[in-house]
């Protein structure tokens, strides 16, 4: 049977509220009705918190600050070692705190301060709060317990030691109805912790210096028992040092001597080798006085200052005589006599130097007989010198163990002392008794404990009247009905109104039926609630449920109730609404086409929709055949879509192609129809038949005002 009914205008007068929206005022008006449940808890409590802060007694906490830092200076480091600035990482810091919070410490500070004869440590009477817990068995017995364990738990209770921050100052806090007793008592922890410090260094300063004692006297026998080793195989072998400073024995060292010599004797050798040879080459190239060992010879300088003045003098007469006068040729055979003399004095120059040689030569060959007798000498006495460097390397090593424990031990024995052994720590800031209780906060406590009650007793009648309903805004004229009841009302109304069935075929049958208007209670959220009662969509197992609205008219423009409808279906479940309608170049924005062309994903044509959860997909950027050529492919996004939503809502625009009419009315569960009031009822039955044709069913028509839908949409 095919179905149609009206959801036609509303009378303007009637206009509906929101149903979802809170009623302030009636809130309001509950809270009124209902102050004494707020105030008179506040007021008691206000009291009550007000008597319990001035009964209490008040406790005081003082606070003493170290720092905890290398103590470490010029003048009480070991004079050997390096200065180093130790590292107080976090884990060091907190270390320290378990130090200070360690019993051995807090039975030092026990007994220091005489606290197990303090009646705030150790009352003579057990309360009876305690006895009660120890009544029950959450506790031990009392009196079980001794004095010192009584008093050392008050003493952790009220005792608490931090870092501060992340720095390396630990703060340490005590409390105490007595302010003197919590200064003196945070002071005195911090004296003992410092005062242990010391200690500690003190005690392994004696222990390091007893056990270096103990193993010096020892050591020493060692060394003078090694020593003696050495001297007695020196003096067997007959390996004597070479002097007093060397380490050498003295085989070796007059080889070493005969090597240097020969050596010295090999330069002096190939020197004068050298000398004579160029002496007897400038000789050959007449180039005698540029050779430095003949120009600065005796006899040469004076033949030289010889010639150089008949040079003179040759000169001089040769200006007025002939190169044949007697004077001329005199003077010339004078010059040349001295050239002879000065080219003899330059060979026995020469020869000189090749005498030279020759004494060198002969010295070497002497040295190298010398060298090879000692060498015979040395290399027999190599094995004893291997086993006399062994026994050296001994001896050696025990002077050097007994000079390092001798300095240790001076350094330990300077260490032996409080003042010598500086802590790794200093008070910052100590302890003084404190002016203001730091336990009960009056003030604080009491505004706490008030707002804190004041706020629970008003959530509490805010909850009451939000679960009554009674917070929430009704329908038009019903505020008062029940809210939960307004849907099985609607349903019934829809299925009991004579007019809005369509017996089949509509064909024959439509054309009696004219237009029929609903009642004028009928709200838009009502007639959205008929047109889903009229579909009766079942749910889908594994996916959600696909309604398509078409519009009957071809020349018109949409009536927008596919918005509508997704609107109300989206209060109570996840829809998204796919409108086919093509935007205006200005609105363009990615949607369907755009996804079925791979140009976006879900993620980019997905939007919401301001002011309710309602999603949607548009038409996008790309021309509507592309959803037409694909039809697998909007099955596919279809099929996604309904995996997510429950009801998957299609807006078809007004005359649409019917190639894209069926590529959605085949893949849908119900299909809403709009026609308008006036319109042709032949224009509506063709609409319906085109649904048919192209595989819709489950086919509803809604009929709205023929003069627009401003008033529904408003209500919507």
């Given at each position: 049977?095919?179905?149609?009914?009206?959801?036609?205008?509303?009378?303007?007068?009637?206009?509906?509220l929101p149903a979802d929206d809170l009623d302030v005022g009636q809130i309001w008006r509950a809270i009124v009705a209902r102050r004494r449940w707020i105030l008179i808890p506040t007021l008691l409590t206000c009291l009550g918190t007000a008597i319990?802060?001035?009964?209490?007694?008040?406790?005081?906490?003082?606070?003493?600050?170290?720092?905890?830092?290398?103590?470490?200076?010029?003048?009480?480091?070991?004079?050997?070692?390096?200065?180093?600035?130790?590292?107080?990482?976090?884990?060091?810091?907190?270390?320290?705190?378990?130090?200070?919070?360690?019993?051995?410490?807090?039975?030092?500070?026990?007994?220091?301060?005489?606290?197990?004869?303090?009646?705030?440590?150790?009352?003579?009477?057990?309360?009876?709060?305690?006895?009660?817990?120890?009544?029950?068995?959450?506790?031990?017995?009392?009196?079980?317990?001794?004095?010192?364990?009584?008093?050392?738990?008050?003493?952790?209770?009220?005792?608490?030691?931090?870092?501060?921050?992340?720095?390396?100052?630990?703060?340490?806090?005590?409390?105490?109805?007595?302010?003197?007793?919590?200064?003196?008592?945070?002071?005195?922890?911090?004296?003992?912790?410092?005062?242990?410090?010391?200690?500690?260094?003190?005690?392994?300063?004696?222990?390091?210096?007893?056990?270096?004692?103990?193993?010096?006297?020892?050591?020493?026998?060692?060394?003078?028992?090694?020593?003696?080793?050495?001297?007695?195989?020196?003096?067997?072998?007959?390996?004597?040092?070479?002097?007093?400073?060397?380490?050498?024995?003295?085989?070796?060292?007059?080889?070493?001597?005969?090597?240097?010599?020969?050596?010295?004797?090999?330069?002096?050798?190939?020197?004068?080798?050298?000398?004579?040879?160029?002496?007897?080459?400038?000789?050959?190239?007449?180039?005698?006085?540029?050779?430095?060992?003949?120009?600065?010879?005796?006899?040469?300088?004076?033949?030289?200052?010889?010639?150089?003045?008949?040079?003179?003098?040759?000169?001089?007469?040769?200006?007025?005589?002939?190169?044949?006068?007697?004077?001329?040729?005199?003077?010339?055979?004078?010059?040349?006599?001295?050239?002879?003399?000065?080219?003899?004095?330059?060979?026995?120059?020469?020869?000189?130097?090749?005498?030279?040689?020759?004494?060198?030569?002969?010295?070497?060959?002497?040295?190298?007989?010398?060298?090879?007798?000692?060498?015979?000498?040395?290399?027999?006495?190599?094995?004893?010198?291997?086993?006399?460097?062994?026994?050296?390397?001994?001896?050696?090593?025990?002077?050097?163990?007994?000079?390092?424990?001798?300095?240790?031990?001076?350094?330990?024995?300077?260490?032996?002392?409080?003042?010598?052994?500086?802590?790794?720590?200093?008070?910052?800031?100590?302890?003084?008794?404190?002016?203001?209780?730091?336990?009960?906060?009056?003030?604080?406590?009491?505004?706490?404990?008030?707002?804190?009650?004041?706020?629970?007793?008003?959530?509490?009648?805010?909850?009451?009247?939000?679960?009554?309903?009674?917070?929430?805004?009704?329908?038009?004229?019903?505020?008062?009905?029940?809210?939960?009841?307004?849907?099985?009302?609607?349903?019934?109304?829809?299925?009991?109104?004579?007019?809005?069935?369509?017996?089949?075929?509509?064909?024959?049958?439509?054309?009696?039926?004219?237009?029929?208007?609903?009642?004028?209670?009928?709200?838009?959220?009502?007639?959205?609630?008929?047109?889903?009662?009229?579909?009766?969509?079942?749910?889908?197992?594994?996916?959600?449920?696909?309604?398509?609205?078409?519009?009957?008219?071809?020349?018109?423009?949409?009536?927008?109730?596919?918005?509508?409808?997704?609107?109300?279906?989206?209060?109570?479940?996840?829809?998204?609404?796919?409108?086919?309608?093509?935007?205006?170049?200005?609105?363009?924005?990615?949607?369907?086409?755009?996804?079925?062309?791979?140009?976006?994903?879900?993620?980019?044509?997905?939007?919401?929709?301001?002011?309710?959860?309602?999603?949607?997909?548009?038409?996008?950027?790309?021309?509507?055949?592309?959803?037409?050529?694909?039809?697998?492919?909007?099955?596919?996004?279809?099929?996604?879509?309904?995996?997510?939503?429950?009801?998957?809502?299609?807006?078809?625009?007004?005359?649409?192609?019917?190639?894209?009419?069926?590529?959605?009315?085949?893949?849908?569960?119900?299909?809403?129809?709009?026609?308008?009031?006036?319109?042709?009822?032949?224009?509506?039955?063709?609409?319906?038949?085109?649904?048919?044709?192209?595989?819709?069913?489950?086919?509803?028509?809604?009929?709205?005002?023929?003069?627009?839908?401003?008033?529904?949409?408003?209500?919507?």
């Open positions: 049977m095919s179905k149609f009914f009206g959801a036609g205008t509303m009378d303007g007068t009637s206009r509906p319990a802060v001035n009964v209490l007694p008040p406790r005081y906490m003082a606070e003493t600050r170290i720092i905890l830092q290398n103590g470490e200076n010029f003048y009480t480091r070991p004079g050997s070692a390096p200065e180093a600035e130790r590292q107080i990482d976090d884990e060091a810091v907190q270390s320290q705190v378990q130090v200070i919070m360690s019993r051995d410490l807090a039975r030092e500070a026990i007994a220091k301060l005489n606290l197990t004869q303090n009646p705030l440590f150790n009352p003579p009477t057990e309360s009876p709060v305690k006895r009660l817990i120890s009544a029950i068995g959450l506790g031990g017995r009392v009196g079980q317990a001794s004095v010192e364990e009584k008093v050392l738990d008050v003493y952790y209770d009220r005792l608490q030691v931090f870092q501060v921050g992340r720095s390396r100052v630990v703060a340490i806090e005590f409390t105490s109805e007595d302010p003197d007793l919590a200064a003196r008592v945070a002071n005195t922890i911090a004296e003992l912790y410092i005062a242990r410090q010391q200690d500690v260094k003190q005690d392994a300063a004696r222990s390091a210096s007893d056990w270096l004692a103990s193993n010096i006297e020892s050591l020493r026998k060692r060394v003078a028992e090694a020593e003696a080793k050495v001297e007695d195989f020196r003096a067997k072998t007959g390996l004597l040092r070479g002097s007093s400073s060397s380490t050498t024995t003295l085989p070796t060292q007059q080889l070493a001597d005969l090597s240097g010599q020969l050596a010295a004797q090999r330069a002096a050798q190939a020197d004068a080798q050298a000398k004579a040879r160029m002496i007897r080459d400038m000789l050959s190239s007449g180039n005698i006085l540029e050779i430095p060992d003949v120009a600065n010879n005796d006899l040469v300088r004076r033949l030289t200052e010889q010639r150089i003045a008949l040079r003179t003098q040759l000169a001089l007469e040769s200006r007025n005589l002939l190169p044949e006068h007697p004077r001329i040729k005199e003077l010339t055979a004078q010059l040349s006599d001295l050239d002879n003399q000065i080219r003899l004095a330059a060979e026995r120059v020469a020869r000189s130097f090749e005498t030279d040689s020759r004494l060198a030569g002969s010295r070497v060959e002497g040295l190298m007989a010398a060298i090879n007798a000692q060498t015979q000498v040395t290399a027999s006495a190599n094995e004893n010198e291997v086993r006399l460097r062994a026994l050296e390397l001994d001896a050696r090593t025990e002077r050097d163990q007994l000079e390092s424990y001798l300095a240790k031990y001076r350094e330990a024995q300077a260490r032996d002392s409080r003042d010598a052994s500086p802590a790794d720590a200093r008070v910052v800031s100590g302890a003084v008794a404190p002016a203001t209780p730091s336990f009960p906060k009056k003030i604080p406590t009491i505004l706490i404990a008030t707002l804190a009650v004041f706020a629970l007793t008003s959530a509490g009648v805010l909850s009451a009247e939000l679960l009554s309903g009674r917070a929430t805004v009704r329908g038009e004229d019903e505020r008062g009905a029940d809210r939960d009841t307004a849907p099985a009302a609607m349903h019934a109304t829809a299925t009991s109104t004579p007019y809005l069935t369509l017996p089949a075929p509509i064909d024959v049958e439509f054309k009696d039926i004219g237009p029929v208007r609903p009642p004028a209670d009928l709200t838009d959220g009502t007639a959205m609630d008929v047109i889903l009662a009229k579909l009766a969509v079942p749910a889908r197992e594994g996916r959600g449920r696909r309604l398509i609205v078409a519009e009957a008219a071809k020349d018109k423009a949409s009536t927008d109730v596919a918005r509508r409808l997704a609107r109300h279906l989206a209060r109570k479940a996840r829809v998204v609404l796919v409108t086919l309608a093509a935007p205006s170049g200005a609105d363009e924005e990615l949607g369907l086409t755009d996804l079925m062309t791979e140009r976006a994903g879900f993620t980019d044509v997905i939007s919401r929709e301001a002011g309710s959860r309602l999603h949607v997909v548009g038409h996008g950027t790309q021309p509507s055949e592309v959803l037409a050529e694909d039809a697998d492919g909007v099955g596919s996004a279809l099929a996604a879509l309904d995996q997510t939503y429950d009801w998957v809502v299609c807006g078809l625009p007004a005359g649409i192609d019917p190639a894209l009419l069926h590529v959605f009315a085949a893949r849908t569960d119900g299909s809403v129809l709009v026609a308008r009031e006036g319109e042709p009822e032949e224009q509506t039955v063709a609409g319906y038949q085109n649904l048919q044709t192209h595989g819709a069913g489950n086919i509803v028509v809604a009929v709205t005002g023929a003069a627009g839908d401003d008033a529904v949409h408003q209500a919507a």
